[in-house]
T-cell receptor, first 111, second 114 residues
Framework: EDKVVQSPLSLVVHEGDTVTLNCSYE??????LLWYKQEKKAPTFLFML????IEKKSGRLSSILDKKELFSILNITATQTGDSAVYLC???????????FGAGTILRVKS | DGGITQSPKYLFRKEGQNVTLSCEQN?????MYWYRQDPGQGLRLIYY???????QKGDIAEGYSVSREKKESFPLTVTSAQKNPTAFYLC?????????????FGSGTQLSVL
């Protein structure tokens, strides 16, 4: 059974800190790994990763995938209070038509 | 503006009652999905539909039913057979071929049992 495990479950940091969120997975016929940010209600797409070692970057957020060790990390540098959210990791398998989600990491950034 | 609209935002169910959650999209997306989110757990797929008049069970379909009579609409009924319905329900839609990157979510419905 496909599985996604995120850690830590929750995290509290101060503005300006750098955080690293982890996502490990087990999936048959891996196709892609996705990160979403869920503020309040609707998750919004951050990154899709398909190849090992290639960093995806968007402003202060970056993510990388290790297909050998079956994990991904999401880094946020110089955190701001607006980064407070639940960060969801999901994986997709070839031939599948759904995403398998992890439980999410709750990030709270204090001013 | 294009998007997905879920209603109501909050819904209360009495014992033995069926309730229906609405999901409407004007993005012209073929595929639509229903997820359930419980505290401390990830999103779990209830049902999905890739085309009008067709839908498939997800991982936790028991106690739920759906219909897809129109491209824009994918309502979810929580039946009395669902013994633990309290959760946050998210609807999503996508365009086939781009579906994972272009998965758009609605703002959700919080369902509680009275």
């Amino acid at each position: 059974e496909d599985k996604v495990v995120q850690s830590p479950l929750s995290l509290v940091v101060h503005e300006g800190d750098t955080v690293t969120l982890n996502c490990s997975y087990e999936v048959t016929n891996f196709r892609s790994l996705l990160w979403y940010k869920q503020e309040k209600k609707a998750p919004t797409f951050l990154f899709m990763l398909t190849s090992s070692g290639i960093e995806k970057k968007s402003g202060r957020l970056s993510s990388i995938l290790d297909k050998k060790e079956l994990f991904s990390i999401l880094n946020i540098t110089a955190t701001q209070t607006g980064d407070s959210a639940v960060y969801l990791c999901a994986v997709e398998a070839w031939g599948g038509n759904k995403l398998v989600f992890g439980a999410g990491t709750i990030l709270r950034v204090k001013s | 503006d294009g998007g997905i609209t879920q209603s109501p935002k909050y819904l209360f169910r009495k014992e033995g009652q069926n309730v229906t959650l609405s999901c409407e999209q004007n993005l012209n997306h073929d595929a639509m999905y229903w997820y359930r989110q419980d505290p401390g757990q990830g999103l779990r797929l209830i049902y999905y539909s890739q085309i009008v008049n067709d839908f498939q069970k997800g991982d936790i379909a028991e106690g739920y039913s759906v219909s897809r009579e129109k491209k824009e609409s994918f309502p979810l009924t929580v039946t009395s057979a669902q013994k633990n319905p309290t959760a946050f329900y998210l609807c999503a839609s996508s365009t086939p071929g781009e579906w994972n990157e272009k998965l758009f979510f609605g703002s959700g419905t919080q369902l509680s049992v009275l």
